[in-house]
């Protein structure tokens, strides 16, 4: 059995749209946004669709205003770990 091509986790495009909006993808190189995006990741629950419209006409707006709290959340917290891990290895 093979999964559909368009099945993905709902919070890969709300982390992604948070790491453009705050230009991080601007300031650090790739290896260190696929370890946040990792770490952010595994920090939220998964939300797997099929097509982005699903979610846009079954999620309650309060809904997706929680889920972009926690995605903002989940990156500070990532971006903080990984910080003081580059700190530390410069020490």
């Known amino acids: 059995m093979k999964f559909d091509d368009d ?22 190189e790739q290896e260190f946004l696929a370890d ?14 099929r097509h982005e419209v699903d979610m846009a006409f079954f999620l309650p707006p309060s809904k997706r205003l929680d889920m972009e709290m ?4 989940a990156i ?8 003081n891990r580059k700190r530390n290895e410069n020490d």
Do not use: G, M, S, W
């Open 70 to 73: 926690q995605v903002h959340k």
């Open 7 to 28: 099945i993905h986790n709902y919070y890969e495009r709300l982390v992604v749209d948070r790491i453009e909006e705050l230009e991080l993808d601007k300031q650090y």
């Open 36 to 49: 946040l995006c990792c770490l952010v990741l595994n920090q939220l629950p998964p939300r797997y669709i």
């Open 76 to 83: 500070t917290e990532a971006l903080e770990f990984l910080k």
